[in-house]
């Protein structure tokens, strides 16, 4: 449990009698960063690498690291301020419970822990509050101005192969700033072959990360995770489907600078198939004309004529709300239960074929569903196309985001005082 919550985000410890003396080390635009706060973070990440089974890096790469981490977050939130993004206290409240549930524990059990590992509860909160908000603005952005034809789709499943499965990797980035001369390029190949000389003599990947790599999961040892191979970078794709497992690639270039990927683990996908039901609907919607407890009363005489002989789909024709079943007399056609929420399609997969349900209420208002038939489908062809959309989707995000953070890091007028 401790680790699981050291890895998620900084913590911030108790505030102790040297802080009190505190002065800025970092002025971001409007914001400044202050020493404890640093201290703060510092450690936290400290107490991650060392949860982690791996040593921590010295202080002053440590420092310099999570300054830097610092730094572009707070570019993030005065980009989400300014578009007029927030995170309010339910959103972070279901965050926090929800990584409570993940350890088997209530909320109050993981605050009670936090608290007595000698943390402060509200800056726990407070760090969920800012990694929910840079996220959100950043796939914002990108979400604004990622675009996906069907012709890129097309094009993609004729020149991939998707059913390429999933790998588990390690990154390293040696970045190379934007417009470096040739002698820069030159010394940061000096360093990238130099970190690969170290891995292959069996320095640990993930120590060789925390302290050198540029990357964004640089402190979390550069530990990518889980990821399909076709949503990779192409130039990591075309790597991960060579290596076997424990191998380092050669240092690959890319815009952003020279990379080391480390394959730790990989493993199969599998064909798709999906259980669909076929299903009548009526429904009685509730809005400001007609209450939830009207509406219970509609969908009950309702459904006491269907259960007294009338037929579901004159009854669904006639007097059903969803506008795209009632005129074909409440058939919705082959639906997969979880497109349809999670009250209604449990009701639906517990129904035996021609078994009619009794009413019940969603937030849409109220319902009857009948279940005509059931089958299994292999919708292998069309999850194809839907993950082709979703691997060019993410290429195209993760390298927009990217872009985009390095672009506001850049523009961002940052004076370092330590």
């Given at each position: 449990?401790?680790?699981?919550?050291?890895?998620?985000?900084?913590?911030?410890?108790?505030?102790?009698?040297?802080?009190?003396?505190?002065?800025?080390?970092?002025?971001?635009?409007?914001?400044?960063?202050?020493?404890?706060?640093?201290?703060?973070?510092?450690?936290?990440?400290?107490?991650?690498?060392?949860?982690?089974?791996?040593?921590?890096?010295?202080?002053?790469?440590?420092?310099?690291?999570?300054?830097?981490?610092?730094?572009?977050?707070?570019?993030?939130?005065?980009?989400?301020?300014?578009?007029?993004?927030?995170?309010?206290?339910?959103?972070?409240?279901?965050?926090?419970?929800?990584?409570?549930?993940?350890?088997?524990?209530?909320?109050?059990?993981?605050?009670?822990?936090?608290?007595?590992?000698?943390?402060?509860?509200?800056?726990?909160?407070?760090?969920?509050?800012?990694?929910?908000?840079?996220?959100?603005?950043?796939?914002?952005?990108?979400?604004?101005?990622?675009?996906?034809?069907?012709?890129?789709?097309?094009?993609?499943?004729?020149?991939?192969?998707?059913?390429?499965?999933?790998?588990?990797?390690?990154?390293?980035?040696?970045?190379?700033?934007?417009?470096?001369?040739?002698?820069?390029?030159?010394?940061?190949?000096?360093?990238?072959?130099?970190?690969?000389?170290?891995?292959?003599?069996?320095?640990?990947?993930?120590?060789?990360?925390?302290?050198?790599?540029?990357?964004?999961k640089a402190l979390e040892g550069g530990h990518l995770g889980w990821r399909p191979i076709n949503q990779l970078?192409?130039?990591?794709?075309?790597?991960?489907?060579?290596?076997?497992?424990?191998?380092?690639?050669?240092?690959?270039?890319?815009?952003?600078?020279?990379?080391?990927?480390?394959?730790?683990?990989?493993?199969?996908?599998?064909?798709?198939?999906?259980?669909?039901?076929?299903?009548?609907?009526?429904?009685?919607?509730?809005?400001?004309?007609?209450?939830?407890?009207?509406?219970?009363?509609?969908?009950?005489?309702?459904?006491?004529?269907?259960?007294?002989?009338?037929?579901?789909?004159?009854?669904?024709?006639?007097?059903?709300?969803?506008?795209d079943s009632a005129p074909l007399g409440g058939d919705m056609g082959w639906r997969v239960p979880e497109e349809?929420?999670?009250?209604?399609?449990?009701?639906?997969?517990?129904?035996?074929?021609?078994?009619?349900?009794?009413?019940?209420?969603?937030?849409?208002?109220?319902?009857?569903?009948?279940?005509?038939?059931?089958?299994?489908?292999?919708?292998?062809?069309?999850?194809?196309?839907?993950?082709?959309?979703?691997?060019?989707?993410?290429?195209?995000?993760?390298?927009?985001?990217?872009?985009?953070?390095?672009?506001?890091?850049?523009?961002?007028?940052?004076?370092?005082?330590?």
């Amino acid at each position: 449990m401790k680790k699981f919550i050291y890895l998620l985000l900084f913590i911030s410890p108790l505030a102790t009698a040297e802080q009190l003396l505190d002065e800025i080390v970092a002025v971001v635009d409007d914001s400044v960063i202050m020493r404890s706060e640093l201290e703060r973070s510092a450690n936290s990440i400290k107490k991650q690498i060392e949860a982690s089974g791996n040593p921590a890096p010295p202080d002053s790469i440590l420092n310099k690291q999570v300054l830097e981490k610092l730094i572009v977050q707070k570019v993030q939130l005065q980009k989400a301020e300014q578009v007029g993004i927030r995170i309010s206290d339910a959103e972070v409240d279901a965050a926090l419970t929800n990584i409570a549930r993940q350890n088997g524990i209530s909320l109050v059990q993981m605050r009670e822990t936090i608290e007595a590992d000698g943390f402060n509860f509200a800056d726990f909160r407070d760090d969920m509050r800012k990694d929910m908000i840079t996220e959100r603005v950043r796939y914002a952005y990108a979400n604004s101005t990622v675009k996906i034809s069907d012709n890129e789709i097309d094009l993609f499943l004729a020149d991939n192969e998707l059913d390429q499965g999933e790998v588990d990797i390690q990154h390293i980035l040696i970045a190379i700033p934007e417009g470096a001369d040739e002698a820069t390029v030159e010394a940061k190949r000096a360093v990238i072959n130099d970190l690969r000389e170290q891995l292959i003599a069996g320095a640990d990947f993930a120590v060789i990360a925390t302290q050198y790599s540029d990357g964004q999961k640089a402190l979390e040892g550069g530990h990518l995770g889980w990821r399909p191979i076709n949503q990779l970078p192409p130039i990591f794709a075309e790597q991960a489907k060579s290596l076997s497992v424990g191998e380092i690639t050669r240092p690959l270039r890319s815009a952003s600078g020279f990379h080391l990927v480390k394959l730790i683990d990989q493993r199969d996908q599998t064909t798709k198939m999906v259980d669909q039901y076929k299903v009548q609907h009526l429904m009685v919607a509730s809005d400001e004309i007609t209450s939830p407890k009207d509406g219970m009363k509609i969908i009950n005489d309702l459904y006491q004529q269907l259960q007294d002989g009338a037929e579901f789909a004159a009854i669904a024709e006639e007097h059903s709300d969803d506008y795209d079943s009632a005129p074909l007399g409440g058939d919705m056609g082959w639906r997969v239960p979880e497109e349809l929420g999670d009250r209604m399609g449990g009701i639906i997969k517990n129904l035996d074929i021609n078994e009619m349900s009794s009413p019940f209420q969603t937030e849409a208002g109220w319902h009857v569903v009948k279940l005509l038939d059931k089958k299994q489908a292999d919708v292998t062809e069309a999850y194809k196309r839907q993950q082709a959309e979703q691997a060019i989707r993410q290429r195209k995000v993760q390298q927009t985001i990217d872009t985009w953070v390095r672009e506001i890091r850049g523009e961002a007028f940052v004076d370092i005082r330590i």
